[in-house]
């Protein structure tokens, strides 16, 4: 049940908020106005601020020093992870569901950070294009799916992409 602080002061105007002290007895008619008191520390203290920044360069050189996973490995991940996107692209497509697109964008920027190919930070990879590009248009030919007249969506792009899931599910079972 929805309480409302409501009651009249001496002048018998009506003031409504979250903190009164009655003074007598428990009855309203006489309650005086408090300003609410917080007891919570600042958001932001000089010395949480001070620990935030000293972390950041510690994440940084712990990210940098991560070794990335063995690129030998690459085609079969990437065929997994394509295995897994694409029945759930598919199904969003049938459903005519374009919030699962940013979703999908997301992971596919995360398996790609993951093994360093977002940026081309990862040369290892430079002998998987079909993989790197399968991956990364995977999001993008399920939108054009979706909106056939879409800016980015290029008559070539739907096939290309099936050859290159297809070259990368090849050369993945030949590891």
Request: hydrophobic letters at 45%; a positive charge.
């Amino acid at each position: 049940m929805r309480q409302r602080a409501l009651c009249r002061g001496d002048a018998g105007v009506a003031r409504r908020g979250a903190a009164f002290h009655e003074h007598t007895h428990g009855y309203a008619a006489t309650a005086k106005w408090e300003p609410m008191q917080y007891n919570r520390a600042p958001i932001f203290s000089r010395f949480s601020l001070l620990r935030s920044f000293a972390a950041v360069p510690l994440a940084l050189a712990a990210t940098l020093a991560a070794a990335q996973p063995d690129p030998s490995g690459f085609p079969l991940e990437a065929v997994g992870y394509l295995n897994e996107e694409l029945p759930r692209m598919e199904a969003a497509i049938a459903a005519r569901d374009r919030s699962f697109f940013h979703g999908a964008t997301a992971r596919v920027v995360q398996f790609s950070e993951r093994w360093g190919f977002k940026a081309q930070a990862n040369p290892d990879l430079a002998k998987y294009p079909m993989c790197t590009e399968a991956v990364m248009d995977y999001a993008v030919v399920g939108m054009c799916k979706l909106n056939p007249s879409g800016d980015v969506c290029e008559p070539g792009l739907a096939p290309r992409f099936e050859a290159n899931v297809q070259r990368c599910r090849e050369l993945a079972a030949r590891k």
